[in-house]
């Protein structure tokens, strides 16, 4: 809290002595008392519509966590939300002899805004910020700057409560799970097929096959076989089959002749 109050005024120091220099009263002078206390009448409240349930609110690791800062300005004359910035705290209590800066776990970015709001007004501003740690219980802490019509400022408290930081809930349509699932799945694969060839397939040993004859091998062996009918054939020519056993008037055909129409006519006249 003491860093996050000592960047805050030291981004408003030129601002306010700019006004000092322009009253020209300085609060310093020997004869200048202390000035009386101011209360801003303001309320400022944070509500996060995505983070919050009934758990309490939650800040999700790698997603912007949305708040909406509702200001709601009582006073008779405008305000100006200047700056709005927060920090994550431990959430135990810090002892008088701790360090206040050794509490502070984070700090959250600090927006400018420079938004005026009219008298008897309300206004939501838009704040948002993302996480990248650990999950863990934590004290959220978050302050607004605001000045009045009179340019006095005023830090004033938006939320101070424990949230829970959690990792964003995953799904298995998610690519990177998908990768990571075919990436397992294929080392797995390959590990059992390198035990299988291993160790495995050799206690279980496989009788080997005669390879098979070529079409070439096949046709020379069916050439040497002698003929089923004898030992080769009768007339000594390579016909597939033996004539000794066929009667000669079946190999002997006789073969019908043709004769013409006009000589066998003649034939018949002299014959007459």
């Known amino acids: 809290m003491v860093a996050f109050r000592y960047s805050v005024l030291a981004a408003l120091a030129l601002r306010v002595v700019s006004v ?6 300085s609060p310093l002078a020997d004869d200048a008392g202390s000035p009386p206390e101011v209360e801003l009448k303001a309320d400022v409240v944070a509500a996060f519509p995505e983070a919050d349930d009934i758990f309490g609110v939650k800040l999700v690791n790698g997603r912007p966590t949305k708040a909406v800062i509702d200001v709601t300005n009582n006073e008779d004359e405008p305000i100006l939300v200047a700056f709005i910035g927060g920090q994550l705290l431990n959430p135990r209590d810090a002892g008088p002899k701790d360090n206040p800066a050794a509490a502070v776990v984070r700090n959250l970015t600090t ?5 005026t709001i009219p008298a008897g007004e309300k206004q939501s501003l838009p704040y948002s910020f993302v996480l990248d740690m650990q999950p863990r219980d934590v004290r959220l802490q978050l302050v607004a700057v605001i000045t009045n019509s009179a340019n006095q400022i005023f830090q004033v408290g938006v939320y101070d409560q424990t949230v829970n930081v959690v990792e964003a809930p ?11 699932y075919l990436v397992l799945t294929a080392t797995f694969a390959g590990t059992c097929y390198f035990v299988y060839k291993t160790w495995i397939e050799a206690l279980f040993p496989q009788t080997k096959r005669a390879p098979k004859p070529s079409k070439k091998g096949r046709a020379a062996v069916a050439e040497k076989e002698p ?3 004898g030992e080769g054939s009768g007339t000594g ?11 000669s008037d079946h190999l002997n055909r006789p073969t019908a002749r043709r004769v013409k129409s006009g000589a066998s006519k003649s ?4 014959t007459e």
């Open 237 to 247: 020519t390579d016909k597939g089959y033996d004539e000794s056993w066929i009667p």
């Open 170 to 180: 995953t799904s298995i349509f998610d690519p990177q799970i998908i990768f990571l």
């Open 267 to 270: 034939k018949a006249k002299a």
């Open 111 to 115: 927006v400018r805004y420079e938004a």
């Open 20 to 25: 000092f220099a322009a009253e020209g009263d």
């Open 227 to 229: 003929l089923s009918g």
